[in-house]
């Protein structure tokens, strides 16, 4: 379906790399980032990144941009905002329109605000696109992270992806009945869609504990971890 | 939609996570109690948390023409209460932020506190509040979901205001009020009728269940 992040994490030149490694690295990127705040540094991080992620991890340019386009549309739109309506301070462009007046206060925000999230953007692309979430899971919890949440975020990840296919499934059988026709058909889908996942999921709940408890489960759920391969 | 990544500066970025941690750890702790009586809720909370990811994935039709999606936080906190929604959401925001690049891991934790801690708080206190004054549930259900969904995006624009108080506060806050939470209003209504929807069928195939965790009102159990 959606997931094509899933896919492209498990899928490229960096997944076996140490995932600590990977965390730290985007941690420590993303803090220096917010922490300086220089438009430069926002930059450098922007090609460094795009360049780790498009030329060492191997990952198809088009679904970079993909993983980039969604999130810079709405980041266009607040910055435009932050332009056009904050700050006070010397006018440095007027629209003309009900007064509306780009200052040198709101012209900061909006340049400093962009920039930043430009330079954070691709370290969250590098963590997301590079490392699987059950590889994350599994660094967190020699962490020291609750063993209860790493669990609870293990089964989570399993299970929706179980959903997902149901989902596909059940929303084609309903277009093909014209559930999605008008207005309130499509409410009217969709709630029978969302309470019959909710009613499958409690099944699927209790199927997974027999399971689970089926193999000796005790509160923990050890994963497997293959050896570095040799070259 | 969350507050993307790096879109707040650092001192906010720590200020709303130590607040959410502290949170969540209540949550968890709680969570810890649930797990210790009853073994199998373990699945349960699991399977339901898949449920809030994949809720917050689905476009709803919306007026507008707008792409949005249910927070699906009403339901969640009608069902198991707010600290173990808390923790529910904050692990549905890791989701999003790396399966979907919705939201961030900066902004993780002034996400946590709009989505996981006041929206389901406040649909919380509705829900509790109108089933006691004897109100049926499905009606309680509608506003619970309607304002957990509207004061997550009210919360939102809270924490923009105090990220950018510019040229004063209040202000802001109105600026940020009038893009986030005026134009959430049509999709928290359709957020209410979606769980009016769902709690109806609820209602009719798992009665037991709904008694089992509480979430009925006292005339209808």
Known sequence: MKFDMDYIAHHNALTETNPYFKLFLTIIILIVTLALDNLYFDVFVFIVMSIVILAIAKINYKSYLKFLSLPMAFLVITCFFLMFFFGKGDVIYETGIWGIVVTTDSWHYAVYTFMRVMGCLPCLGFLALTTPIAKILNCLRTLKVPKILIEIALLMYNTIFIFLNEIDTMQKAQETRLGYHSYWSSFKSLGALVSTIFLRSLDKSETLQFALDSRGYSGDLPVYEPRKKEN | MHIMEGYLPLTWCIIWFVISIAVVAFGIYQIKKIVDENPESKALLAVSGAFMFILSSLKLPSVTGSCSHPCGNGLGAALFGPAVTAVL????????????????????????FSMGIVGPLVAWLVYKGLTKANISSTIAIFFAAFLGDLLTYVATSFQLAFAFPAPTFGAALTAFLTIFAVTQVPLAIGEGILTVIIWDRLKAYKPKLLDKLGALAPNEA
């Open chain 2, 89 to 112: 959401a904050t692990i549905v925001l890791i989701f999003q932020a790396l399966l979907l690049a919705h939201g961030g891991l900066t902004t993780l934790g002034a996400n946590i």
